[in-house]
């Protein structure tokens, strides 16, 4: 069966850094785009950073600014996100997801095929 498993979300103060992880399992990512999203109580879900996992492309949304990289280790059929300068705009529940789709359209569309449950990751002081 597919899943996502999504792990490495805790609390950090502002300025701190954070690695999320993002295990799949049941297909390979060498077919898929892999994406992480956030949403914020009271806030819709926006993309973040998307890679394509056949050759490592990559995507970013304009609000991270360079404070992400998105990466992925196909041996391990695992994607990671390591983000730094966290700041409190920051926190969320992060989500992992894969689709077969173009690589900048799964973080604009935030339409996926599978989804993780999410990991939450809180910047506070």
């Known amino acids: 069966q597919l899943q996502l498993v999504e792990s490495g979300g805790g609390l950090v103060q502002p300025g701190g850094s954070l690695r999320l992880s993002c295990a799949a399992s049941g297909f390979t990512l060498d077919y898929y785009v892999m994406g992480w999203f956030r949403q914020a109580p009271g806030k819709e879900r926006e993309g973040v950073s998307c890679?394509?996992?056949?050759?490592?492309?990559?995507y970013y949304a304009d609000s991270i600014q360079g404070r992400f990289t998105i990466s992925r280790d196909t041996a391990k059929n695992t994607v990671h996100l390591q983000m730094n300068s966290l700041k409190p705009e920051d926190t969320a529940v992060y989500y992992c997801?894969?689709?077969?789709?173009?690589?900048?359209?799964?973080?604009?569309?935030?339409?996926?095929?599978?989804w993780g449950q999410g990991t939450q990751v809180t910047v506070s002081a």
């Open positions: 997801a894969a689709a077969r789709t173009l690589l900048n359209r799964l973080c604009v569309s935030a339409r996926a095929n599978y």
């Open positions: 890679i394509r996992s056949s050759d490592g492309n990559t």
